[in-house]
């Protein structure tokens, strides 16, 4: 029993040195299913909820209730088309949205010309609270 002990704690250290961020089992958050838009990241020019300004081209997304940090899966369910971002701000305002994401994963998902689609977000990299 000691030495399993001994054994993951090592390998936790390694991990640490190797600069591996922890993360929380993405299986804790279920998918959730909703409409989607997507925001226009540069045009407002403010820092985003991560502190960080948003770069044109990126593949973000807002969320209410996603850590910052997540990264997830965002499925257009009329599409099929899929792209993983990577949650960097807080939203969407708007009444019946569950995720904003940027105009390029707008426009990957194909619906950055209808600006609104139904999707399915499936969280697949949790970080751990601090």
């Known amino acids: 029993m000691i030495g399993r002990t001994l054994i993951a704690f090592a390998a936790l250290?390694?991990?640490?040195?190797?600069?591996?961020a922890p993360h929380r089992p993405a299986q804790a958050l279920k998918p959730q299913?909703?409409?989607?838009?997507?925001?226009?990241a540069t045009a407002s020019g403010h820092a985003t909820a991560a502190g960080k300004r948003p770069?044109?081209?990126?593949?973000t997304a807002a969320s209410k209730?996603?850590?910052?940090?997540?990264?997830a899966k965002v499925t257009n369910?009329?599409?099929?088309?899929?792209?993983?971002v990577t949650v960097t701000d807080r939203g969407?305002?708007?009444?019946?949205?569950?995720v904003d994401v940027s105009p390029k994963a707008a426009e990957r998902l194909g619906f950055k010309d209808d600006g609104v689609a139904p999707v399915k977000v499936q969280p697949l990299k949790v970080p751990a609270e601090k």
């Open 77 to 84: 369910v009329e599409t099929g088309k899929k792209v993983v």
């Open 13 to 20: 250290a390694v991990a640490s040195a190797a600069g591996t």
């Open 33 to 40: 299913r909703g409409l989607a838009s997507y925001y226009r």
């Open 65 to 71: 209730t996603l850590p910052l940090g997540t990264k």
């Open 55 to 59: 770069k044109p081209g990126a593949l």
């Open 92 to 98: 969407p305002f708007k009444n019946g949205r569950i």
